[in-house]
Nanobody, 123 residues
Framework: QVQLEESGGGLVQAGGSLRLSCVAS????????MAWFRQAPGKEREFVVR????????TYADSVKGRFTISRDNAKNTVYLQMNSLKPEDTAVYYC????????????????WGQGTQVTVSS
């Protein structure tokens, strides 16, 4: 089992920035591809970004390219999501996810989930 705990969410004005963190425990962190998903009210959970086990490769959703940056610190078992130039449409609960399998942009590819952290962007 892998336990994931997110933090760093909050309320920010449009154009502002937030940095989310996700700390993993329970298994060897470098065995897992890590990702962030988000879910807005009334919508399905959607893929935001993922990062490879070493941190050398990343894949972003088009909606966040150039604004969000994912990184990981394998020594701290932590993955980060730096969010800049935030827009009201970025408002959602953000979830950290992990998979030991071949990753993809769908929730079914991920085995472990955090409980989420709320991000609210006001206009």
């Amino acid at each position: 089992q892998v336990q994931l705990e997110e933090s760093g969410g909050g309320l920010v004005q449009a154009g502002g920035s937030l940095r989310l963190s996700c700390v993993a425990s329970g298994r060897t962190f470098t065995n897992y591809v890590m990702a962030w998903f988000r879910q807005a009210p009334g919508k399905e959970r959607e893929f935001v970004v993922r990062i490879s086990r070493s941190g050398s490769s990343t894949t972003y959703a088009d909606s966040v390219k150039g604004r969000f940056t994912i990184s990981r610190d394998n020594a701290k078992n932590t993955v980060y999501l730096q969010m800049n130039s935030l827009k009201p449409e970025d408002t959602a609960v953000y979830y950290c996810a992990a998979t030991g399998r071949i990753p993809g942009p769908t929730t079914s590819r991920y085995d472990y989930w955090g409980q989420g952290t709320q991000v609210t962007v006001s206009s």
